[in-house]
Structures are given as C-alpha cells and as structure tokens.
C-alpha cells in the first residue's frame, strides 16, 4: 500500500481542507451510505477484466474500493484531502497490496486510469468548478477510458450538496465525452430515489 502526502488545495473557503477533515473528525457524514451505493455495484459486477486502473476522487470512506477488492481487483487507487480520512483507510487497507491511497488535492493529481468512479465528489464540488473538473477527468483518463457513476438529478437550496440536471450534465460533457448511458437510476437507495442519474461517459479521442 502506498500512500502519497503532498497536500496542495485548490478549494476555496470554506470547503477547503479544513472543511472536510473536521466532518470526519467530528462524524458528520450525512452524504455516508455505510456501504457500496447500489447503482455502482451493479456496474462493477458486469466487469470481467480485473487488472484495470480505476481511481475514486474524494473517495470518502470507500466502500466502493472495499467491493472492487473483494471482487479481486488489483489495481485501485483512492485520494481524498482530509487527513483525519486517509489515516483510517490506512488502517483499513493497510494489509491489501492492491490499493493506493492518497492524500492530497485531486486537481493536483496526475496519473493515467482506465475506469473514475463518480461517487458524491461532483457534488461536493462549487459549480463554477466543474469545467476544472471535466478537464482533469478528460486528463487522468487514458484513451477510451471512462468516467462512470451517480450525479444528483436535483436541485437543492445550498450546498454542498451541489445538485443539477440531466440537460445541465449534458451541456458540460459533450465536448469531451461519449455519452453511453446518463439515464435515471432504477436501484438508488431509498432516500435517494429517482434523484440519482447513473453515467457512463467515454472519453474521446482524435
């Protein structure tokens, strides 16, 4: 297990670094399932080729993770920038070879994946940073690499949460992406039913 220290930030206040370590200090996680969210799990376990790149941005207590591992994926990668988080993903990883943990800024991570899982990092983000956000996807992604997961198909009064809509996602996307599915979840969690769009997104190459 490797873990990466270099902690630059790139949120500005107040969801900065600070921010988010004191959720977990403090165990205010509401945004937490307490397991692999549903929707993701059906995908992962259409998956036949074990050895792919995959990275979990704001991976958060990864659940997701802890599936593709014991489902005997080798090559998973998560990164988040709380501290207080990835000190307990390495107690919780510390004796599986298979993953990579990092702490630090994602905006700031470099490395080539085949697979991103989306996971409540998107919207955890302001708004006016999700074309930074689908450029450094689009970068970390190798050439058909994808971009697969949950998007809010709602609004809400503050955030984060920051939530949006099928036609928004749509607008930001196609300059960069295939569209393989953006389709409304059909096994979302209960409180999050018919709020929730699965994404498979493609990344184009010239």
Not at 4 to 30: M, R, V
Not at 58 to 74: D, I, M, V
Request: with cysteine; charged share 25%; glycine share 6%.
């Amino acid at each position: 297990m490797e873990v990466e220290k270099k902690i630059i930030n790139s949120f500005g206040n107040p969801l900065d670094q600070e921010y988010w370590d004191a959720k977990y200090k403090n165990n205010t996680t509401g945004w937490d399932l307490g397991e692999v969210s549903p929707p993701i799990k059906t995908y992962i376990d259409t998956l036949e080729e074990k050895n792919i790149s995959i990275l979990i941005p704001g991976c958060g207590n990864s659940y997701e993770a802890e599936y593709l591992l014991k489902q005997g994926f080798t090559n998973v990668s998560v990164i988040d920038i709380a501290p207080t988080l990835v000190e307990n993903l390495c107690l919780k990883f510390k004796n599986n070879p298979n993953i990579k943990i990092v702490l630090g800024d994602f905006f700031e991570h470099e490395g080539k994946y085949d697979w991103i899982i989306e996971q409540t990092f998107f919207c955890a983000l302001p708004p006016e940073m999700r074309k930074k956000y689908v450029s450094k996807m689009y970068q970390l992604l190798s050439n058909n690499g994808k971009l697969v997961g949950l998007l809010f198909n709602k609004t809400f009064d503050s955030g984060p949460p920051f939530g949006g809509s099928k036609q928004e996602y749509e607008e930001l996307f196609k300059s960069d992406f295939d569209f393989l599915r953006m389709e409304l979840c059909q096994n979302s969690i209960a409180p999050r039913a018919n709020s929730e769009l699965f994404i498979e997104l493609q990344k184009k190459t010239n």
